[in-house]
């Protein structure tokens, strides 16, 4: 990680992200703004990494600054922290394309051993809402279909953004352009029914791909 946006209204708050930030990469430029405008401002300089995101901020909320990165930068990973753990706020930042939601409630200890777990392409989720996204998916998510069909080349893009490798890294990794990667990334998403990379983990681990000797060392 060589750029990181850390985007928190309350100072203290923002303070202990980047202590918790700092430990894990200690060599990574870290950009705190406490405001949605900082953030967009934040976004027309620098090409982030990792994003921290807030949900609640004093002009507006931190979905569109998640759907404004996935689109304009999307090999940063967004990660929601927040102190909100209703439903619809999970479900709403995941939908916007967060692949992680941390509650501030947890401890620095939880939070920083949920954020090294990215590296091996585990998507960062506080115990609670982990279970309270199983919970959502059992009560109305659709049954899961095995027969659907990946081409080789799908199935082999789907591995990699499950364990967490960038568009940019899939693509050097499979030989192909980055954008041939993203139309992949689309259609494997289309044909799965879902909509980021959280939900690509739990289908890639559902088809037997994170399994075994599959599972990066």
């Known amino acids: ?29 870290l950009v705190k ?14 090409s982030f990494d990792l994003a921290l995101i807030d949900l609640k901020l004093p002009d507006g909320d931190g979905l569109g600054i998640i759907r ?21 706020a999970i479900v709403a930042a995941l939908a916007a394309g967060a692949e992680g ?54 199935t082999e893009v789907l591995t990699m953004i499950a364990r967490g490798l960038k568009v940019s890294e899939v693509a050097q990794s499979l030989g192909l352009a980055d954008s041939t990667v993203v139309t ?3 259609s494997i998403y289309r044909k799965l029914e879902i909509t980021n990379r959280a939900e690509a983990a739990l289908h890639a681990t559902r088809l037997g791909l994170l399994s075994g000797d599959q599972i990066p060392k």
């Open 1 to 29: 990680m060589k750029t990181i946006l850390i985007l928190e209204d309350v100072r203290q708050s923002r303070e202990w992200l980047s202590d918790i930030v700092k430990r894990i990469y200690p060599a990574a430029s």
């Open 184 to 186: 992949h990334i689309k």
């Open 33 to 46: 703004e406490a405001s949605l405008r900082g953030a967009e401002h934040a976004l027309r300089r620098h």
């Open 101 to 154: 939601y941390l509650l501030k409630s947890d401890s620095d200890v939880m939070i920083e051993h949920h954020l090294r777990l990215m590296v091996e392409g585990l998507p960062p989720l506080s115990p609670q809402i982990a279970r309270r996204i199983m919970m959502h998916f059992q009560l109305t998510g659709p049954n899961f279909d095995g027969t659907i069909k990946l081409t080789k080349r799908e």
């Open 68 to 88: 404004k990165l996935c689109q304009v930068q999307p090999d940063c990973r967004c990660v929601v922290t927040t102190i909100m753990a209703t439903d619809s």
